[in-house]
């Protein structure tokens, strides 16, 4: 309390609500995430049948994974300042911003995060590995990596691009068209 005010932590309003909230400081308001449901956690084929059950994911990929959640909503710049100076991320900034969280420095651009960690197959990815793309338009090649999300689990990433800024998108149609490979650093 100050005075006759309350004041509340955006962490602690985000634990207090049960969803993400951010602050835009643009409009000087506290965005609400939509709530997010846990994801199972299941490997699926690209017809979306389930294949197995994939590995619980480590205790640093679910943090990273639940830190990256508050972010949703957040919007996308090109070529992002540090969050804290743009209160935007581009693809490779946002997976910097969020590995930085648990430990793990990222280089900053997502052809150099892809040639850092393990090599993962489509098909044995886990929560918290780093899936890759190429960007139709971008480079000559499809082979180029443009673009990087992290893996959720379900057939789910979280990446941020364009329009919807930091989103949860399913690994199918067009994107599954777009994927190269997954990393793993955790």
């Not at 693809?91 to 420095?105: A, P, Y």
């Not at 393990?118 to 082979?143: E, H, I, W």
Request: proline residues 5%.
């Amino acid at each position: 309390m100050i005075g006759t005010s309350l004041y509340v932590e955006l962490g602690s309003l985000s634990q207090l609500i049960e969803t993400p909230v951010r602050w835009d400081a643009r409009s000087k308001t506290v965005v609400v995430a939509p709530r997010i449901e846990p994801v199972k956690q299941t490997t699926m084929d690209k017809r979306g049948n389930t294949l197995r059950a994939a590995a619980a994911g480590s205790p640093k990929a679910e943090t990273a994974i639940a830190f990256a959640k508050k972010f949703v909503g957040t919007p996308y710049r090109f070529d992002a300042e540090p969050y804290a100076q743009s209160d935007a991320f581009d693809c490779s900034s946002f997976m910097q911003h969020v590995f930085k969280h648990v430990g793990i420095e990222l280089p900053r651009s997502a052809q150099a995060q892809s040639r850092i960690g393990q090599s993962v197959s489509r098909d044995k990815l886990a929560p918290g590995d780093l899936v890759f793309f190429y960007t139709p338009g971008r480079y000559a090649s499809r082979d180029i990596v443009g673009h990087v999300g992290m893996y959720l689990g379900n057939n789910q990433v979280i990446q941020t691009y364009g329009e919807p800024g930091v989103t949860i998108t399913r690994l199918d149609g067009d994107w599954d068209k777009r994927f190269l490979f997954g990393r793993r650093v955790l």
